[in-house]
């Protein structure tokens, strides 16, 4: 069945960044795009960007672009998302979310647990 | 950038009630329309695609309409696991935009 399995929580200081892991199993990794989404505090979820990882090429919301790196490493099935710059709005939960499409729509089908950043001085 | 809004962003209803969650785009989206069910602590869970395709081992009750840039999500008789916070999201074109959810509480 298919999985995708986060690293585990993080606390940072301000100014540092944070890489957190995404790893895929139980599908062919390259045929699917994989998003990142984060969700604040008792906040609603947030699009961040999107990962192809057939060939690696990425597309980020506007509010993300110049802090946010997005890669992938097909030889182990995982996808990384890095956040610089962090301030204390970036404390939130992080999930990356496999997309699916086909005939009828396109639509994030399986999501990780989720890993929580904490940022705090 | 599309907006995606949702109403209300609450409600209280009780076990058997017909509930019904609005969800409007800010232009067209044709049918690139998801719901989403998350509870507390859980990751978000598909549970309706492409406006009204009923995602495999959702249970029936949930229902999805809609075309261009309103939707609902109909639950028909509110079960006591259903009680959790519901997006829609358009996937018409990046970003990939969410909803502010809709959180359905015990009455």
């Known amino acids: 069945q298919v999985q995708l399995v986060q690293s585990g929580a993080e606390v940072k200081k301000p100014g540092a960044s944070v890489e957190i892991s995404c790893k895929a199993s139980g599908y062919t990794f390259t045929n699917h795009y994989m998003h990142w989404v984060r969700q604040t505090p008792g906040q609603g979820l947030e699009w961040m960007g999107i990962i192809n990882p057939n060939g690696g090429s990425t597309n980020f919301a506007q509010k993300f672009r110049g802090r946010v790196t997005m890669t992938r490493d097909t030889s182990t099935s995982t996808v990384y998302m890095e956040l610089s710059s962090l301030r204390s709005e970036d404390t939130a939960v992080y999930y990356c979310?496999?997309?699916?499409?086909?005939?009828?729509?396109?639509?994030?089908?399986?999501w990780g647990q989720g890993t929580l950043v904490t940022v705090s001085s | 950038d599309i907006q995606m809004t949702q109403s209300p962003s609450s409600l209280s209803a009780s076990v058997g009630d017909r509930v019904t969650i609005t969800c409007r785009a800010s232009q067209t989206i044709v049918t690139y329309l998801n719901w989403y069910q998350q509870k507390p602590g859980k990751a978000p869970k598909l549970l309706i695609y492409?406006?009204?395709s009923l995602q495999s081992g959702v249970p029936s009750r949930f229902s999805g309409f809609g075309s261009g840039t309103n939707f609902t999500l109909t639950i028909s008789s509110l079960q006591p696991e259903d009680f959790a916070t519901y997006y829609c999201q358009q996937s018409y074109t990046t970003p990939r935009a969410f909803g502010g959810g809709t959180k359905v509480e015990i009455k």
């Open positions: 492409a406006a009204s």
């Open positions: 979310a496999r997309e699916s499409s086909g005939r009828y729509g396109i639509y994030f089908d399986s």
